[in-house]
């Protein structure tokens, strides 16, 4: 059970590039979602999916977006990338479709864009 | 929307000492509030939650408290080691919509324990 993962590690953009951070889990669970965390800011939610074919905006879901097309993936597009979304991102998920349960949160992708 | 404040940002305690963090929350509905610990290169990890129908609820060294009338809630941790240093984060729920909740997350509150 590798629980959450999500490639790659690391990643360095120039403005204006685009690509996609995977994200996938293995337990089955029906909430996924996507935060990104800068210092002092904590972890603000950029899109969430209840299920496979949905999908929400979170806080900040300008500049990204996500499908659902199976339960275990979730990827994140970052549609023509800007320094301001230099960031690193958690991808995350939970056995309780209304996600008042436990969120198990993936390693993380530290991506920088110069 | 939901809006929540953690404090202190920064804790250093000695080995042994007991820490409490403290947050406060602004939505009346929000009846959900788990507390995750940051490992440094790592994702976060729940180490404790609380519902709205309980006011205090503990795990070995790990306890936390809920006021709901004050909208606030807290985590102490007890005989500090070395091993609890690390960023701790406080959420609250908040309806989202069709049966969902989000989390907002408080700004992280970094402790470190001195042996």
């Known amino acids: 059970n590798a629980g959450v993962t999500q490639t790659p590690k690391f990643q360095v953009l120039k403005t204006g590039q685009s690509m996609t951070l995977q994200c996938a889990q293995d337990?089955?669970?029906?909430?996924m979602s996507w935060y990104r965390q800068d210092p002092g800011m904590g972890l603000r939610l950029i899109h969430y999916?209840?299920?496979?074919?949905?999908?929400d905006q979170g806080e900040v879901p300008n500049g990204y977006n996500v499908s659902r097309s199976t339960t275990e993936d979730f990827p994140l597009r970052l549609l023509s990338a800007a320094p301001s979304q230099t960031s690193v991102y958690f991808c995350?998920?939970?056995?309780?479709?209304?996600?008042?349960?436990?969120?198990?949160f993936g390693p993380g992708t530290r991506l920088t864009v110069l | 929307g939901e809006n929540v404040e953690q404090h202190p940002s920064t804790l250093s305690v000695q080995e042994g000492d007991s820490a409490v963090i403290k947050c406060t929350y602004s939505?009346?509905?929000?009846?959900?509030f788990p507390w995750y610990k940051q490992e440094l290169g790592k994702g976060p990890q729940l180490i404790i939650d609380?519902?709205?129908?309980?006011g205090e609820k503990k795990d070995q060294r790990i306890a936390v408290t809920l006021n709901k009338t004050a909208k606030h809630f807290s985590l102490h941790i007890t005989e500090t080691q070395p091993e609890d240093s690390a960023v701790y984060f406080c959420?609250?729920?908040?309806?989202?919509?069709?049966?969902?909740?989000?989390?907002?997350f408080g700004k992280g509150t970094k402790l470190s324990v001195i042996p």
């Open positions: 995350a998920s939970s056995n309780d479709r209304g996600n008042n349960n436990e969120q198990f």
């Open positions: 337990m089955n669970h029906e909430y």
């Open positions: 999916s209840v299920g496979a074919g949905i999908t």
């Open positions: 939505d009346s509905a929000s009846n959900y």
């Open positions: 609380i519902r709205s129908n309980v």
């Open positions: 959420a609250a729920n908040s309806y989202s919509g069709a049966g969902s909740y989000q989390l907002t």
